[in-house]
């Protein structure tokens, strides 16, 4: 017990996004709407738009991934608007492979995560990747983050967040070049909730991949391991948030979570692992809150007032959630496929290293790779993403 109630304060203090934070300070920043805007990276001048939904965004024209270039498609960036006025930048990405088309169409896939990554990281390659195996592909950066629009920036919102989802299936039924009853979502880490929260409202959503995946309203609403699942804790979390927010109103400035510090030696392994993706060549990126400042502090107000997976039990359409074995965050994936099923997952305590362990319940899968830790989903450094089964799972799905 001790074990993990120092994991769950170490992880509070550190992991990404503004709730947790903000009960747990530590080393603060301090910035101003107008000094976010003036510390912000400078941009290369817009590309030439390739595609009739360019809008106002400004984005970069420079190949600024962290992952190399496929010869395999067509890159280029596109906009879209979501239902909150909030104008989205996404990387569109078109299979030279056109094996897939019906009718002069393409299946297609929206992507997005990890929770405070942006499109130049983890959901840029998942996007490039399913793209080369022959469905159209955007990877998009949520409301508030990356080159997408939204003041101010660093903040999150479970309502708005599954809206930039619906979004996109928004743009992407829109296309000529897309069958609109053909599309599927990816959601990684913390976007794999906001994934299935998606798919629960959103009929035209076929198929859906949760990798690795967060309930953030679950961790944010009761700790990590639900160690702090209980009405004192939430309200002295509730107590430390107003306060934030009473000061930000005050000093019209808000205040930044520091994330993914170096994590001293004998913190968990976890901490270590999200610290060896974002702050390394491996996976930082210059615009990537994950790699940098971290969340308003106040951000995750809406996540502690609501329930991510309410109505999951209610998903018609196929699901696919996909794990590592040794991942801390295992236990996300295993009770959204409870929700979803009304059956227990009983991973055996011992798997073979070999081979996958799944459990198929209907249309609903949970996929749990042995040996595989959190971020092993994250890159391809240590090739344990399944690509061979999401592309069988949505040519299945979207056909």
Not at 73 to 95: C, M, Q, R, W
Not at 109 to 136: C, D, N, T, W
Not at 243 to 264: F, G, I, M
């Amino acid at each position: 017990m001790k074990t993990f109630q120092k994991i769950a304060t170490t992880a509070v203090a550190i992991l990404a996004f503004g709730a947790l934070t903000a009960c747990c300070p530590e080393k603060e920043q301090t910035t101003s709407n107008a000094q976010q805007s003036a510390a912000a990276p400078a941009v290369q001048p817009a590309e030439p738009a390739k595609d009739n939904n360019m809008n106002k965004l400004t984005l970069t024209a420079e190949w600024d991934k962290v992952f190399p270039k496929s010869e395999k498609v067509e890159h280029s960036k596109v906009t879209f608007k979501n239902h909150f006025g909030i104008e989205l930048a996404a990387d569109l990405y078109v299979p030279k492979d056109t094996s897939l088309k019906a009718n002069g169409k393409f299946p297609a896939i929206a992507v997005s995560g990890p929770f405070g990554a942006i499109k130049e990281q983890s959901s840029g390659l998942y996007a490039q990747h399913m793209a080369e195996r022959g469905f159209l592909t955007i990877a998009f950066d949520p409301s508030f983050t990356g080159e997408s629009g939204g003041e101010p920036r660093y903040m999150n919102s479970p309502d708005i967040n599954t809206e930039d989802f619906m979004a996109s299936v928004d743009f992407l039924s829109t296309r000529d070049d897309v069958d609109p009853e053909r599309i599927g979502i990816i959601g990684i880490c913390g976007w794999g909730g906001m994934a299935i929260n998606a798919a629960a409202i959103d009929t035209r959503i076929k198929a859906t991949v949760a990798s690795t995946m967060y309930d953030m309203s679950r961790v944010v609403a009761n700790g990590y391991f639900d160690q702090a699942n209980n009405a004192k804790a939430r309200n002295e979390m509730r107590k430390a948030l107003m306060a934030q927010r009473t000061k930000e109103y005050k000093t019209k400035e808000y205040d930044l979570s520091e994330v993914n510090t170096l994590p001293a030696e004998d913190a968990p392994f976890f901490l270590k692992d999200y610290y060896d993706y974002y702050k390394t060549p491996r996976g930082y990126h210059k615009r990537s809150l994950n790699s940098n400042t971290g969340w308003i502090k106040s951000a995750g107000t809406s996540l502690l007032n609501t329930k991510l997976l309410a109505y999951a039990n209610e998903i018609e359409s196929a699901v696919l959630v996909i794990h590592g074995e040794k991942a801390h965050s295992r236990y996300f994936s295993e009770g959204a496929f409870e929700k979803m099923t009304g059956k227990k997952v009983k991973v055996p305590a011992k798997l073979d290293p070999a081979k996958n362990w799944n459990m198929t319940v209907g249309n609903k899968e949970l996929m749990i790779l042995p040996g595989a830790v959190h971020t092993d989903l994250y890159d391809d450094v240590n090739g344990r993403i399944p690509y061979d089964k999401m592309e069988e799972f949505f040519k299945a799905n979207l056909k």
